[in-house]
């Protein structure tokens, strides 16, 4: 008895101590789930892009990953960093920023001025004394001062670059030049530029000498060379038309004109290639201006080329001032200088993680980073059997580090790179400003201008006082924007009352009329209006809105990122008054556009119609084939069409043609197309009639629904084919031309997307074909919207473009009964 009661006695202590272990293992296992480590943060950062040439890249960010083990860095490219907004304007409006954005230097200030970039002047004050801390002392003045805007840093600068002439000793020692006394001052470089250019048969190059605006100069280096600047040091001013400036535009166009005008020059530099088919690779361009990278380029491709590099040749006063002890406003001063650009790296206004994006920061600025990242690149180059060429770094401690352990051996690397690097204590770089994009953009108008003054007959001067008016009426807007009203909400809520009233009327009209009907006929109506209601619900939900908000946007200051103020119509103003260059040369061109296109195109898928329409066997196929380029991507075939209208007859497939027939038998010289102000808009024209077999479906229905009657009886009466043509088939088929009419001009006034392509804007590119023989209106429009951040100003040019449309179609509509035949009509 006393065994068994004992014996139940431990066997419920035992299960009384399996449950308390059981309760302690659950207890233990709830204290590991609260004290696991966190997730990671996720960094993310925009402007970088992983690639087969980036294990550098690569290798820096896993080095930062390795030494913060709570951070996991995402590297997006995202088409941003650069002159592209759009993407990023968009992420910071939504309030989905990236931590990080590795962006263009020179944008800095335009951000910053819209608040989009968070200052780091507290971070790098906090900073400033720890071993990895962000130095101004550390940096080039010119990189430094490029990221500062109103007196706050807003980015730190990362890598940089600068500008000397890079020429090929082989070719100026066949011009009987010295290769070892290269030009020095522009009218030594114009000479050269004379010796060293090869004409050949049929008016273009086997050679040229020097291009002043290929490569990476601008006329920002001239002017700077000749003292000029283009901003007030207070940043009120533009001070583009200076006599220095517009003298160093001069002398560009009096290379351009001694090399046989700029017109055949830009033919030639359409034919030119990048990478392996550099033309100063190649030969094909004796001299240039351009930056550092270029060694990179010549080591992987050329390393064989005998090159050179030298400062950028200045002006002769300035030499003879600066070196031969002349008196003069240069006396004192460096003889040579260049400018810088580059990279930096900022935060966004709103980003998750800013604590974590500065570590990143001072990470990928630093020298150990630097040092991490030239090891992997170099053994990567290595093994690609190509010398590795270090970049150059904003941070000067960053260069001494990595040129210490990692400098080219061979002196046809490191003489030409420790130039670039002796040259950056002089480098001049472009003004920091909030009109800065617009400043680039009328800058390089200007000289496009000024180079094609037999077409444009414009001097110098007044090409760079149109591009100072312009860049100072911005200057002049923003600077008043606070004195007009911020847009209250009582008149788009009025407004929007009013519509939403109105289409409830509307609604309850046709319920009433519905109801009015019998019951077959009112079914077959509420099915309809079944049927029509998400195509309707989806124009109230996603498109009335957008057309109610641009109209009120179109009165009013709107740059997205700020509330809109109420400015009346200045906009409406500005379009006919201050820009109305732009809108009269945008509507020129789709007027030349339209009235010569759109009958062109008519007429070719008319034509591929009635040949289509015979009764021959195959005829499926052949249409098939006719149809086919209209359904190409709109952006492919415009690729394709810049090689096929390339205006080199050596790149050009149709100039190629045209130099080895009519040339030699006519001689007449192959068209520039897209490189020539005069053949840029034909060029799209013959582009689009490629296209012209979407139209020939209509046209091959409307040719197969006439009756055969009608011909019989025109037959009888002894018609000829064109008279059958004349009265039968164009009366019948006037519904088609009716139709492609109207749908061809709304077109027309729409075009955007080859013009995009065509002209380069979508790699940046800031002119719209030569002298803006491409530009549109919706690429104005999308310029001022996405480019400029005007939002206000380029609604009010849609309204503008939406009401000449609706004109154009109302008098197409009124004229219409004059000439358009339907069978049905009742005579």
Not at 275 to 286: M, N
Not at 587 to 593: S, T
Request: net charge positive.
């Amino acid at each position: 008895m006393l065994v068994a009661r004992y014996t139940r006695r431990i066997r419920l202590r035992a299960a009384l101590a399996a449950v308390l272990i059981g309760l302690a293992g659950l207890a233990a296992l709830g204290g590991c789930r609260r004290t696991a480590a966190p997730e990671p943060v996720n960094l993310v950062v925009w402007g970088l892009q992983y690639g087969a040439e980036s294990k550098g890249l690569e290798a820096r960010v896993k080095a930062f990953e390795a030494r913060n083990k709570g951070i996991k860095v995402t590297v997006l490219s995202m088409g941003a960093g650069q002159m592209n907004p759009q993407k990023l304007m968009t992420a910071i409006v939504g309030r989905v920023p990236p931590d990080v954005i590795h962006q263009d230097r020179f944008t800095i200030g335009d951000w910053a001025s819209r608040d989009t970039f968070g200052s780091l002047d507290d971070l790098i004050a906090r900073d400033q004394k720890q071993p990895d801390g962000i130095r101004e002392s550390d940096y080039y003045h010119a990189c430094w001062a490029e990221a500062v805007y109103n007196g706050k840093v807003y980015a730190v600068p990362s890598g940089t670059d600068d500008r000397a002439l890079y020429y090929n000793r082989t070719l100026l020692r066949d011009a009987g030049l010295d290769p070892d006394k290269p030009p020095r001052t522009w009218s030594e470089l114009r000479d050269f530029a004379k010796k060293l250019t090869k004409e050949a048969p049929g008016g273009s190059f086997d050679r040229i000498g020097f291009i002043p605006n290929y490569g990476n100069s601008f006329l920002y280096l001239y002017s700077w060379q000749n003292g000029g600047e283009f901003m007030s040091p207070d940043g009120r001013k533009c001070t583009m038309n200076n006599p220095e400036s517009v003298a160093s535009l001069d002398y560009m166009v009096s290379v351009y004109d001694a090399l046989g005008g700029v017109t055949r020059i830009d033919s030639y530099a359409s034919g030119f290639q990048a990478q392996e088919l550099d033309p100063f690779l190649t030969g094909k361009v004796a001299m240039k201006v351009d930056g550092n990278w270029v060694l990179e380029s010549i080591g992987r491709y050329r390393p064989d080329l005998d090159f050179a590099v030298a400062p950028a040749p200045v002006p002769d006063d300035r030499l003879a001032q600066t070196e031969g002890g002349k008196p003069g406003r240069f006396a004192g001063q460096d003889p040579f200088l260049t400018w810088s650009g580059g990279f930096s790296y900022a935060i966004p206004r709103g980003a998750a993680h800013r604590e974590e994006a500065w570590r990143f920061i001072k990470w990928m600025c630093s020298p150990e980073a630097a040092l991490i990242d030239s090891a992997a690149q170099k053994q990567y180059c290595l093994s690609k059997s190509r010398p590795y060429i270090p970049t150059i770094s904003a941070n000067k401690r960053v260069n001494e580090a990595v040129m210490a352990a990692f400098a080219p051996t061979s002196d046809r690397y490191r003489k030409p790179l420790k130039l670039f690097m002796d040259m950056m204590p002089y480098a001049k770089f472009r003004p920091v400003t909030f009109v800065g994009q617009r400043l680039w953009d009328e800058h390089v108008r200007a000289f496009d201008q000024a180079t094609h003054h037999k077409e444009t007959k414009l001097t110098a001067q007044s090409a760079m006082d149109e591009a100072t008016r312009v860049v100072q009426s911005e200057l002049d807007r923003a600077h008043s924007r606070d004195r007009f009203p911020l847009l209250g909400s009582t008149a788009p809520i009025v407004v929007g009352s009013l519509l939403v009233l109105a289409l409830l009327g509307a609604a309850f009209v046709g319920m009433r009329r519905v109801n009015g009907m019998g019951r077959v006929v009112r079914s077959e109506a509420w099915a309809g209006y079944l049927f029509a209601a998400p195509r309707i619900l989806g124009f109230l939900a996603l498109t009335a809105g957008p057309i109610v908000a641009s109209m009120f946007l179109s009165f009013c200051d709107y740059d997205v990122l700020h509330a809109p103020r109420y400015v009346g119509f200045q906009n409406y103003i500005d379009l006919f008054t201050t820009d109305s260059y732009y809108l009269k040369t945008s509507l020129y061109n789709v007027g030349y556009l339209a009235l010569i296109g759109i009958p062109l195109g008519m007429a070719t898928g008319l034509a591929i119609a009635m040949l289509l329409n015979s009764k021959v066997g195959g005829m499926s196929v052949y249409r098939t084939c006719f149809y086919l380029p209209s359904i190409v991507p709109v952006v492919a075939s415009a690729v394709l069409w810049a090689w096929v209208l390339n205006g080199d007859p050596n790149r050009g497939l149709l100039n190629a043609a045209w130099k080895a027939t009519l040339t030699p038998w006519f001689g007449w010289t192959p068209p520039g197309w897209f490189g020539a102000a005069e053949w840029a808009k034909p060029g799209l024209i013959v582009q689009g009639l490629w296209g012209a077999g979407g139209g020939m479906i209509l046209w091959l229905a409307g040719l197969q629904g006439i009756p055969q009657h009608l011909y019989e009886a025109a037959d009888l009466d002894g018609a000829g084919p064109l008279v059958k043509f004349r009265h039968v088939t164009l009366p019948m088929l006037s519904p088609y031309v009716f139709f492609n009419l109207i749908m061809g001009t709304i077109g027309a006034l729409q075009e955007f997307d080859r013009v995009y392509v065509l002209s380069g804007q979508g790699a940046g590119g800031s002119s719209v074909g030569p002298v803006d023989s491409l530009l549109v209106p919706v690429m104005y429009l999308f310029n001022n919207a996405f480019k400029y951040f005007k939002m206000g100003y380029a609604s009010a040019l849609a309204w503008v473009l939406f009401t000449i449309i609706l004109a154009l179609t109302l008098v197409q509509l009124k004229s219409a009964p004059r000439w358009v035949h339907y069978e049905a009509e009742k005579k």
